[in-house]
Antibody, heavy 120, light 108 residues
Framework: QVHLLQSGAEVRKPGASVTVSCRAS????????VHWVRQAPGQRLEWMAW????????KYSQKFQGRVTISRDTSANTVYMELSSLTSEDTAVYYC?????????????WGQGTLVTVSS | EIVLTQSPGTLSLSPGERATVSCRAS???????LAWYQRRPGQTPRLLIY???IRATGIPDRFSGSGSGTDFTLTISRLEPEDFAVYFC?????????FGQGTKLEIK
């Protein structure tokens, strides 16, 4: 069974950084990209970035360019999302998601979400 | 960036009724890259429809999708109790991927 397991909730102060992990199981890790999406309170889902686990290629939303870094550890089937220079507007639930196919694709598997709270 | 606008924001219906949710894109998009999801409270999003009209694996046939250009529709033919949830559309044909703001389907 395909599954994405994310790390637990985090609390950070403004200006700090946070790293959320996403461990994949039930499929060949290198065969599918992993995307990151977030949802702030009362807002719509917002796509942030993706990484191709086989070669480490990344693509970032312009909105987050320079503040977000996606990386992977193929030995642990895990992808990491680091977001820096946090503000209160980064308070959100962060999801990793697996596309159904290669290329431009919808998402057929989502992680359970990680709440990141930014507060002084 | 393609902006997706859903309507209505909230839909109040009874079990057995038909539900129709609209998703309008800010510019013409290919139907190939339009998906619909369901999210029940406390659960992760569930893929219902991709390619505007193709049901995902295991999705009951009471769910259907249609549309082209800028206007897309999700229809639930006969509502079951478990269908009361939030529905949202997604465009995934270009970067950045974008999502509609969601439609809450509630029991009347």
């Amino acid at each position: 069974q395909v599954h994405l397991l994310q790390s637990g909730a985090e609390v950070r102060k403004p200006g700090a950084s946070v790293t959320v992990s996403c461990r994949a199981s039930g499929y060949t890790f290198a065969s599918y990209a992993v995307h990151w999406v977030r949802q702030a309170p009362g807002q719509r889902l917002e796509w942030m970035a993706w990484i191709s686990p086989d070669n480490g290629k990344t693509k970032y939303s312009q909105k987050f360019q320079g503040r977000v870094t996606i990386s992977r550890d193929t030995s642990a089937n895990t992808v990491y999302m680091e977001l820096s220079s946090l503000t209160s507007e980064d308070t959100a639930v962060y999801y990793c998601a697996r596309p159904r196919t290669s290329g431009w694709s919808d998402f057929d598997t989502w992680g359970q979400g990680t709440l990141v709270t930014v507060s002084s | 960036e393609i902006v997706l606008t859903q309507s209505p924001g909230t839909l109040s219906l009874s079990p057995g009724e038909r539900a129709t949710v609209s998703c309008r894109a800010s510019q013409t998009i290919s139907a190939t890259y339009l998906a619909w999801y369901q999210r029940r409270p406390g659960q992760t999003p569930r893929l219902l429809i991709y390619g505007a009209s193709i049901r995902a694996t295991g999705i009951p046939d009471r769910f259907s999708g249609s549309g082209s250009g800028t206007d897309f529709t999700l229809t639930i033919s006969r509502l079951e109790p478990e269908d009361f949830a939030v529905y949202f559309c997604q465009h995934y044909g270009s970067s950045p991927y974008t999502f509609g703001q969601g439609t809450k389907l509630e029991i009347k």
